[in-house]
Every structure is written in C-alpha cells, then in structure tokens.
C-alpha cells in the first residue's frame, strides 16, 4: 500500500487533499492533531495530520467485492462495501505532504542560530535571517520571541523601505493579470481624497480586459478624479501631455515583450518624472518571483507593489527575491477594501508580511 501524510488546518481541506492527490477511492488510516511546521509550530499552532492510502501497488490482495467490517487497529477506521483490505506491509511508510526541509543554518553564535532556524521555518532566506539575527543583541536572543523577530527583520530590510519616497509626476503600474493593479490605483487617489490632497488623474491603459475601463472609471468618479482612456501609446502621451495634476496610469497585464504594452512603455521611457511599480501577489514564490521580474526587467520597473497579503501564507519567498535583487517595495496591499487595506511599505509592515501577519496602520500612504 502506498501511503501519505496530509498537513492541513482542518479535516475538510486534509480529506479533500488527499482525494486530490490519491483518488476518490483512497482510504483514510487515521487523523490526529500535531505541532504546525514552520514557525506556526513554536507559536502554538496545531494542524490535522491524516494519513490515507491508496492499494494500486497490491492489486494482487483485493479481496472479493462483500461486506468487510474489519477494522484497522491502528485508526480504529471500519472498512465498508467494495474496499480494499487493509492488509498493511509492516515496512510501509507514509510520504509526508509537507514542506521543504529548511535551509542550512549560516554559521552564526549559538544564541542567533535560534532566531535565524524559526526565521527560516518562516520561509525567510537563510543569509537574511542571518543578517536579521546579527542585527540582535546576544540577551534578545534569548528570547527569541515574535515581537523580537519582527524587530530583527526589520532592521535587516530597512534599507528597502519606500516610507520616505515622494510620489512622482507620472506613477504606471504594470505586472501579471490579477495582481490588483486597479484596486491598488484606486487605493492611493482614494486615500489622498480621504487626507484633503487634490486627487490625481487616472489614466486606464487596460483596454484589453472586459469591464476593466469600466471598473476603473466608477473608481475615479466616486473619487473624483479626472479620468482619461488610453487605447495606444499616441493616446497615452497626448493625455498625460494634456494632465494637469499628477497621473496614475493603468495597464493590462501583459508582458513588456507584448506590442499593446511595450508601445506604452516606450513612449513613458523618454519621460523622466516617471515611477514604474511592477505589482505582484504576496503568494507569489520565489521561483515565480524571478521569473516575473526578468520577463518585466524590459519596462525598468523602480518599485515592486505587494498585494493580497490576506490571502498569503507568507510573503517572506517574496520579499527575499526582492531583498537580494536590492529592488524597494512602495505599497503592500492587505485586502480588497477601498481605501483601506493600503499601506507604505515601511521595514515594520515588510517584516509583519514576511512573519505571516497583516501590516498595521491603514490609510497611511501619504
């Protein structure tokens, strides 16, 4: 019999996993509650473990299609109409669904390997958790405590806070589709309207997506900002020529390689008021991550947008990447909400992400 481990939060979401992964018909061995991975586990967190099986290694002990209401001992699980026997190799052993081992620990005094192994469990790079570490005094890692983790990654991501920037004349946000490049648009001319700042004018350059125009336009005109449609790179340019306040443009999510998008690009790119944000999802792993910053590396993006961290386990994978590539973060976006769920992406809200947590203080762009 072939067996695997599930870790999941609850029995619904381990059952449908399993049945995902070994078919309708894999049987359920037992389920009980365990230690979470990672750093939910030294917090207290506990997850269901439920191991099922699945026979297609031991077709040869089926037994007849009748009644069967052997139990197995070991679960306590009553065996129905039309299953398998559990007839169970003594030698068998469940493959475990669960993550990656951690990295190598850096070669760091005893009392940081403590802080740098829970910041790795947390999915954070071994050589910034190392640096987050040395950033501590030898009493603070002792502790070791939420509070002081949050503290060390700090310090170790502060240069890659946008807290101080300036917005500038011209602010286009490009990235993959669904990233939350039109909410994150209405977030910020929002949120200047909440704090008596004049609001921007918004631009929509995503004229590709059904009802993306339309989406963006009711935005603009419960906001009150001047909108303007921009079907091609000659539009775009006679309309930020003709903008008399700042511009926040919007665009497809294209590749820069795409003609509807690079035609846009290259009429931006004799500009120099210009601030390009390439938007990507909190959920976004670090292999995608490189991925999506190469295929964009041709629009030269200044700054990286963080979205959907409510629907992230961690955005430690990402902010990694961004980190080694040395490229700064202007926003994290935590929700859908306009115009909350919008912060400036200081090293206390980067490091609350990275920890799996929501950044603290709404509203707070400007």
């Known amino acids: 019999m072939h067996l695997k ?18 078919g309708p018909q894999a049987l359920v061995l037992s389920t009980e509650l365990v230690q979470a991975p990672g750093w939910r586990g030294w917090t207290g967190q506990r997850v269901v473990s439920l191991t099922a099986g699945t026979e297609h290694e031991i077709e040869e002990e089926a037994t007849e299609d009748r009644p069967d209401v052997s139990a197995d001992r070991t679960s306590g699980r009553v065996l ?10 003594q030698t068998a052993q469940p493959e475990i669904e669960s993550p990656a081992p951690p990295a190598e ?64 004349r011209v602010e286009v946000f490009i990235g993959p589709p669904g990233a939350g490049k039109t909410t994150t648009i209405a977030k910020i001319a929002a949120q200047e309207r909440v704090a008596g700042l004049a609001p921007r004018a918004v631009i929509a350059a995503d004229c590709s997506r059904v009802g993306a125009v339309e989406h963006l336009r009711g935005y603009a005109r419960i906001i009150g900002s001047p909108f303007r449609i921009a ?11 003709a903008a008399r306040r700042p511009v926040l443009v919007d665009t497809a999510g294209r590749l820069p390689s795409d003609p509807a998008l690079s035609g846009l690009i290259d009429a931006l790119r004799s500009r120099q008021d210009v601030i390009t944000h390439l938007v990507m999802p909190a959920d976004t792993t670090a292999a995608s991550a490189s991925r999506i910053l190469d295929r964009y590396a041709a629009a030269n993006p200044n700054r990286i947008v963080i979205t959907k961290v409510d629907e992230a386990e961690s955005a430690a994978p990402l902010v990694g990447v961004l980190c080694e590539r040395k490229l700064t973060v202007s926003y994290v976006g935590s929700g859908p909400r306009v115009p909350r769920d919008l912060t400036r992406a200081t090293p206390g809200a980067l490091a609350a992400v990275m920890l799996g947590e929501l950044p603290q203080g709404a509203m707070t762009c400007h």
């Open 5 to 22: 481990r599930f870790l999941r939060p609850t029995v619904r979401e381990a059952l449908a996993a399993a049945r995902q992964s070994l």
């Open 80 to 89: 129905g109409i039309g299953q398998w026997s559990l007839r169970r190799r």
């Open 105 to 168: 620990i850096p070669s760091v005094h005893p009392l940081r390997a403590g802080v740098v192994a829970k910041l790795i469990a947390a999915g954070v790079d071994a050589q910034l958790a190392a640096l987050a570490a040395e950033s501590l005094s030898l009493g603070d890692c002792r502790t070791s405590s939420l509070d002081t983790l949050k503290r060390a990654l700090t310090n170790a991501i502060a240069a890659g806070s946008a807290a101080a920037l300036e917005p500038a």
């Open 231 to 241: 079907r091609d790179a000659a539009e775009l340019t006679h309309a930020l020529k």
